[in-house]
């Protein structure tokens, strides 16, 4: 881990070292050498955020089997003035390790962050079918724990633990799928936009203005009518009544792009509450294409149309 330096360049992450977030944290450029600072949880890590504490925070918002982490998108929502700078993919594969001299038949209890349990409870139904969960606060700590006092017998941990701690393996690729991959954002407090690199993607949460048929799909017309794809959307409930949710959405292009900002327009004045989460460039780097209809150019000519129109120029120009 990089030694601690100025205060004012922190980097907050799910600690401690070897978790998948470090992972992510390490693929952050700007971070490299400057004070990295292990935290508990997600809300511990954007409240450094807020408070000024880290210049950004790394945080796992999605994983590609279990969906969003709920805890992420809730406090994505709620909390003002954040900005998700940038994304990173990490594979994620778990071992099941235990103190040296356990074995596999000895298991009982597990300890593992609920989202590693998540991605690893087929096999562990399959191989310990009455074991019990005790949860942790990441993947380290699970695996930490058991050296220190912990009630239970073996821990679900990544594949690196063994080189942090004195555990041995009882069993590797216990996760539920081997493609497995996380997906992690860098928030940061509200900062100037990355630029658009042409393979980006904005990410916002919103709200519908009341509970008549159809609105979500009048939601999603404002990104259909503009060419903007999807490549997100979830509902969270918003936790103040039955039935009340606010959708996550990811889209496809740069604020900076104009059918994108010709949807959020169209969005904001639709939707009662429009959170803004930010425009990065994307971790897969793959470009976004659209037809000619929705380039910045389209766009453009047709607004240059309007002006001429209003302008008394003839409507064919
Ligand atoms: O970062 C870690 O290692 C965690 O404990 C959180 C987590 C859990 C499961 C998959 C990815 C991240």
């Known amino acids: 881990m990089p030694a601690a330096s100025d205060p004012a360049e922190t980097y907050s992450y799910l600690g401690p070292a070897g978790t998948f977030t470090e992972a992510a944290l390490k693929q952050v450029e700007a971070a490299a050498g400057k004070a990295w600072r292990p935290v508990n949880n997600v809300g511990e890590a954007l409240d450094d955020v807020t408070s000024g504490r880290s210049t950004a925070a790394m945080i796992a918002i999605e994983n590609s089997i279990e969906g969003g982490v709920s805890a992420t998108q809730d406090a994505l929502a709620t909390i003002p003035d954040l900005r998700i700078v940038g994304e990173y993919l990490v594979p994620v594969n778990f071992v099941l390790v235990a103190r040296p001299g356990t074995a596999l038949a000895d298991v009982k209890v597990v300890n593992a962050h609920p989202v590693a349990y998540a991605q690893t409870h087929r096999w562990l139904e399959r191989e310990l079918p009455s074991h019990g969960h005790i949860p942790a606060t990441s993947n380290v700590a699970a695996a930490a724990s058991l050296l220190d006092g912990s009630t239970a017998d073996a821990a679900v941990a990544p594949p690196g633990i ?32 990355p630029e658009p690199t042409g393979a980006d993607k904005t990410s916002i949460i919103a709200e519908l203005p009341d509970d008549t048929a159809g609105r979500l799909l009048e939601m999603l017309e404002q990104f259909a009518t503009r060419g903007v794809n999807m490549s997100l959307l979830e509902s969270r409930p918003i936790g103040d009544a039955l039935g009340r949710y606010r959708f996550v959405i990811d889209l496809d292009g ?3 792009d104009e059918r994108v900002a010709d949807a959020l327009l169209g969005l904001k004045r639709f939707s009662p509450n429009v959170v803004f989460l930010g425009s990065y460039p994307r971790a897969d780097k793959q470009a976004i294409t659209v037809t000619n209809r929705y380039s910045n150019e389209s766009f453009v000519e047709a607004r240059d149309w309007l002006r001429g ?9």
């Open 162 to 193: 063994t080189d942090h701690h004195d555990l041995t393996v009882l069993a590797e690729g216990i996760g539920d799928n081997p493609n497995a991959v996380t997906r992690f954002v860098l928030v940061s407090r509200t900062t100037a936009l």
């Open 254 to 256: 740069h604020i900076l």
């Open 309 to 317: 129109l209003i302008a008394g120029e003839p409507s064919a120009h």
